[in-house]
């Protein structure tokens, strides 16, 4: 079967490691399709004293930050009763802003066996609550969210922060917790919005 001269250009575009320019509009409009699927995005950046949450839109230009915050529990709290506030208030939020999908923080290596048992409490609240929504839940590493937002995955929390403001276009800095909640939310948007080999671990 003969081919023509573009695809023979095409072909040896592909062999030499080059992209063609044809292949960028079709991915683009399979991820904006995607994308169009999840307009509004929960990240969840689950911790027993401090879960952080953030809700955003997309839309262009830019996304736009829906709601953020902190789910703070006192430190004389049991902890069953700062789970009760976790699960509460994250129900709140998935009623007001109807998200689909939800993207929280991924497991990381914990010295302190009872710190990585408390903050598995803590996750395990917050998935529970947004599965009963029947939302779709991803997990994105905390490295690889810093990677994404700062271009280092070793940035601190403010670096992280002032990308999430100068992202988001806000106003204030969000605080440290929320911060890194709108981030996997953003992250999330970036991996969608990209030709990824390695699909998105969901849970």
């Not at 997990?139 to 070793?154: D, F, L, M, S, T």
Request: proline share 5%.
């Amino acid at each position: 079967m003969g081919i023509s001269l573009e695809q023979f250009k095409q072909m040896k575009a592909r062999v030499a490691g080059v992209r063609p320019r044809t292949v960028a509009p079709v991915i683009e409009s399979a991820a904006r399709g995607a994308l169009g699927a999840h307009e509004i995005l929960l990240g969840v950046d689950p911790s027993l004293r401090s879960t952080g949450f953030g809700v955003i839109r997309l839309g262009r230009p830019h996304p736009v930050a829906l709601a953020q915050g902190t789910i703070a529990c006192a430190a004389g709290w049991e902890r069953s009763r700062c789970l009760v506030k976790i699960s509460q208030s994250l129900r709140d939020v998935v009623k007001q802003y109807h998200p689909t999908v939800c993207v929280i923080e991924g497991l990381f290596y914990a010295q302190n066996l009872q710190t990585a048992l408390i903050m598995g409490e803590a996750r395990g609240a917050a998935i529970a609550v947004v599965a009963e929504a029947g939302l779709e839940i991803f997990e994105i590493a905390p490295r690889k969210v810093k990677q994404a937002i700062v271009g280092y995955g070793a940035a601190q929390k403010l670096a992280v922060a002032k990308m999430v403001q100068r992202l988001l276009h806000l106003s204030e800095l969000p605080a440290p917790d929320a911060a890194d909640a709108l981030a996997l939310a953003l992250t999330h948007a970036q991996e969608q919005g990209r030709y990824n080999l390695t699909p998105l671990k969901k849970i």
